[in-house]
């Protein structure tokens, strides 16, 4: 339920900031994406210290007619380093979160020499480039189609 609610919680944020940013969102047709490659402390009962995610967020419309779809691969860590477990996560209104784990890591183009450290500013992510960011969405929607 946690994660649920922190999804949601995610998701309209981005939704806010796409409204504030972006003129074109006025318009029923008008379509916005985001796609970030980070670095996030876990939350509550999520296993290991931090996760490195990959994620695409679409929005659809605006008002009332708002759709919010959202793909994230999420690689789990200990504070040590070692990789614990993968979850692709599919989030719709139709369908709601959809999720399955897997036991290899999915997730590309993080920033480089992380070290986990406690104090930390979360989220750690750097700036993609317009192709990186092209590459990103590519290897999401191909892990989503291949593993769903």
Do not use: W
């Amino acid at each position: 339920m946690k994660k649920c609610m922190l999804i949601l919680l995610l998701i309209g944020t981005v939704s806010i900031l796409f409204g504030c940013s972006t003129e074109s969102s006025s318009g029923e047709n008008s379509s916005d994406e985001k796609i970030e490659a980070f670095i996030a402390k876990t939350q509550g009962d999520e296993k290991g210290a931090y996760k490195e995610i990959n994620s695409q967020i679409i929005m659809r419309g605006s008002g009332d007619l708002l759709r919010v779809e959202a793909r994230k691969i999420e690689d789990y860590y200990s504070k040590e380093g070692k990789y614990i477990k993968t979850i692709l996560l599919h989030s719709t209104p139709e369908d709601g979160d959809v999720t399955k784990e897997f036991n290899s890591p999915l997730t590309q183009l993080m920033p480089k020499d992380f070290v986990f450290d406690q104090d930390k500013i979360f989220p750690v992510e750097s700036e993609l480039s317009g192709e990186e960011k092209e590459k990103l969405k590519e290897h999401i929607l191909s892990q989503f189609e291949e593993k769903f």
